[in-house]
């Protein structure tokens, strides 16, 4: 019975089941310096920050932790495909910028089909972590709220103290979680519509939905960003020696302007998300033997002994009909 097991795990890993099933799905591709971004003929990446970035790693691998972090957060059976690069931004604050391409799938929801997320190499001082699915490069961790509206939210998740002089960089890492918290959510078009449909005026903010966490706060907002609150992912201002991940304000503003009615807010599952998932599935792997009852962490499914080779197999044909491709990174 074990073997059996042993193998239906490992076809979930071969598969890249890692992920709960039902959550959206992000493609990212990645484009080379001088190819042309989808949005615009003109519009070419560029080379990469060379000496200016610091920590060894590289951009498609913490694009992909960025992409497994919002996967996680929201459900739904809706796709995302994500052109990402190098480009000349020539801001000294804005170093990062997405251009979105809103589709209206139904009567009142309007989302990013597509979206391009563009990184300015001339910032002086990236950090790009070689090991993006930890945070060990952070001493320190904290989660804090703020009350709204006469409610009390999270509004912060955040890790400081480098203690590597590279993590004093700015995280690419928060920076890409912020560029596609934008492409899920807080882009002109989506917010048009949002307000369109709800009949909110553009300076009346985003009113958090009823059924999501913190619901009837209202968010302001300057732009696409979050106005006031500068403990948010979603800021507008972002800082160097900090990695920032979504606070559940951060997510719930998001799934109310694209009408996601469910969401996941836990904190240790988004950190879960930007785990190297072969590394720690196969770690689950090895301790199999051992007996009684197992539990194998991916995402959501749960492989435990049943009293029948029978039922095992069963398991593994429902699995192969329901795995979904990867994400393409290139």
Do not use: C
């Given at each position: 019975?074990?073997?059996?097991?042993?193998?239906?795990?490992?076809?979930?890993?071969?598969?890249?089941?890692?992920?709960?099933?039902?959550?959206?799905?992000?493609?990212?591709?990645?484009?080379?310096?001088?190819?042309?971004?989808?949005?615009?003929?003109?519009?070419?990446?560029?080379?990469?920050?060379?000496?200016?970035?610091?920590?060894?790693?590289?951009?498609?691998?913490?694009?992909?932790?960025?992409?497994?972090?919002w996967?996680?957060?929201?459900?739904?059976?809706?796709?995302?495909?994500?052109?990402?690069?190098w480009?000349?931004?020539?801001?000294?604050?804005?170093?990062?910028?997405?251009?979105?391409?809103?589709?209206?799938?139904?009567?009142?929801?309007?989302?990013?089909?597509?979206?391009?997320?563009?990184?300015?190499?001339?910032?002086?001082?990236?950090?790009?972590?070689?090991?993006?699915?930890?945070?060990k490069?952070?001493?320190?961790?904290?989660?804090?709220?703020?009350?709204?509206?006469?409610?009390?939210?999270?509004?912060?998740?955040?890790?400081?103290?480098p203690?590597?002089?590279?993590?004093?960089?700015?995280?690419?890492?928060t920076?890409?979680?912020?560029?596609?918290?934008?492409?899920?959510?807080?882009?002109?078009?989506?917010?048009?519509?949002?307000?369109?449909?709800?009949?909110?005026?553009?300076?009346?903010?985003?009113?958090?939905?009823?059924?999501?966490?913190?619901?009837?706060?209202?968010?302001?907002?300057?732009?696409?960003?979050?106005?006031?609150?500068?403990?948010?992912?979603?800021?507008?201002?972002?800082?160097?020696?900090?990695?920032?991940?979504?606070?559940?304000?951060?997510?719930?503003?998001?799934?109310?302007?694209?009408?996601?009615?469910?969401?996941?807010?836990?904190?240790?599952?988004?950190?879960?998300?930007?785990?190297?998932?072969?590394?720690?599935?196969?770690?689950?792997?090895?301790?199999?033997?051992g007996?009684?009852?197992?539990?194998?962490?991916?995402?959501?499914?749960?492989?435990?002994?049943?009293?029948?080779v029978?039922?095992?197999?069963?398991?593994?044909?429902?699995?192969?009909?329901?795995?979904?491709?990867?994400?393409?990174?290139?």
């Open positions: 019975m074990r073997r059996v097991l042993f193998v239906l795990v490992f076809v979930l890993v071969t598969l890249g089941l890692t992920r709960p099933l039902g959550a959206i799905t992000i493609n990212l591709t990645y484009v080379q310096p001088g190819e042309a971004f989808g949005f615009s003929p003109t519009q070419f990446a560029t080379n990469g920050p060379g000496a200016n970035a610091r920590g060894g790693g590289n951009i498609q691998d913490i694009m992909d932790v960025a992409a497994n972090v996967e996680n957060i929201l459900p739904g059976e809706f796709t995302v495909d994500i052109e990402y690069g480009q000349n931004i020539g801001g000294s604050h804005d170093i990062g910028r997405h251009v979105g391409r809103g589709v209206r799938i139904s009567n009142n929801v309007t989302r990013n089909k597509g979206a391009w997320i563009m990184f300015d190499p001339g910032y002086r001082n990236w950090f790009l972590d070689r090991t993006p699915y930890d945070d490069e952070y001493g320190s961790v904290r989660e804090n709220s703020g009350t709204y509206d006469g409610k009390t939210i999270n509004d912060e998740r955040r890790f400081t103290n203690n590597t002089s590279d993590a004093g960089g700015m995280d690419l890492l920076l890409a979680m912020h560029e596609i918290g934008h492409a899920l959510g807080l882009t002109t078009s989506n917010l048009a519509d949002y307000r369109y449909d709800t009949k909110r005026g553009v300076d009346d903010g985003v009113r958090i939905a009823t059924g999501l966490p913190g619901a009837g706060i209202t968010v302001d907002l300057h732009g696409t960003h979050p106005e006031g609150i500068d403990t948010l992912l979603m800021a507008h201002l972002l800082h160097d020696g900090q990695r920032v991940f979504p606070s559940v304000l951060d997510i719930a503003t998001i799934a109310t302007v694209s009408r996601y009615d469910q969401v996941q807010t836990s904190f240790e599952a988004l950190r879960a998300a930007t785990r190297n998932p072969r590394n720690e599935i196969f770690k689950s792997l090895v301790q199999l033997p007996g009684g009852t197992q539990q194998i962490d991916l995402g959501d499914i749960q492989v435990l002994p049943e009293p029948s029978a039922t095992a197999l069963a398991a593994l044909v429902g699995v192969l009909g329901v795995a979904r491709p990867r994400r393409r990174v290139s």
